[in-house]
T-cell receptor, first 112, second 113 residues
């Protein structure tokens, strides 16, 4: 079975640009969460979606947005990119609440 | 405000010995605790979890202990193998049904042959 897949794997952008990151959950998983991991820190929660509805939002500015599609895949959008947005962005999926979340390998975003 | 703390950035052990990774938390309102392992260039991989109503959970070489009065949990790996070398993250799920994971900063484990 395919795990959580994320695209692209690497991305280089400049300040002020916009970026869209994509995630396909494990088949049958209806919940998708997004995390940001900066160097030397643990992943930090950004969003959680379940059945296409936002179920949770972390302490991130409104420049960050996300959505989930009918096939349960998800997009994370970041507008007006700042240097501090450089990080590994991780997507995780799970079947229901309190089931372990399974992570993709992430998208490495570099802002120049 | 770090709610989940891993105070040891690194740990080095010999192959075959026990590895003990520690984690402290400041918020009593967590329902579940989990341990994830992360290799470079890969996403975190789930290892083992424990409910806040338990004090021990075991899965093969991995055992997690929870001490609620001390707000402390630990992961024991016995025996340690070189393939266990990775960064280990402690994470917690707050009460209320959210799937938000609150992570510690991680501990880099090196198992020497």
């Amino acid at each position: 079975d395919a795990g959580v897949t994320q695209s692209p794997t690497h991305l280089i952008k400049t300040r002020g640009q916009h970026v869209t990151l994509r995630c396909s959950p494990i088949s049958g998983h209806k919940s998708v969460s997004w995390y940001q991991q900066v160097l030397g820190q643990g992943p930090q929660f950004i969003f959680q979606y379940y059945e296409k509805e936002e179920r949770g939002r972390g302490n991130f500015p409104d420049r960050f947005s996300a959505r989930q599609f009918p096939n349960y895949s998800s997009e994370l959008n970041v507008n007006a990119l700042l240097l501090g947005d450089s990080a590994l962005y991780l997507c995780a999926s799970s079947s229901t609440a309190y089931q372990p979340q399974h992570f993709g390998d992430g998208t490495r975003l570099s802002i120049l | 405000d770090q709610q989940v703390k891993q105070n040891s950035p690194s740990l080095s052990v010999q192959e075959g010995r026990i590895s003990i990774l520690n984690c402290d938390y400041t918020n009593s309102m967590f329902d579940y605790f989990l341990w994830y392992k992360k290799y470079p260039a890969e996403g975190p991989t789930f290892l083992i979890s424990i409910s806040s109503i338990k004090d021990k959970n075991e899965d093969g070489r991995f055992t997690v202990f929870l001490n609620k009065s001390a707000k402390h949990l630990s992961l024991h790996i016995v025996p340690s193998q070189p393939g266990d070398s990775a960064v280990y993250f402690c994470a917690a799920i707050p009460q209320g049904g959210s799937e938000k994971l609150v992570f510690g900063k991680g501990t880099k484990l090196t198992v020497n042959p």
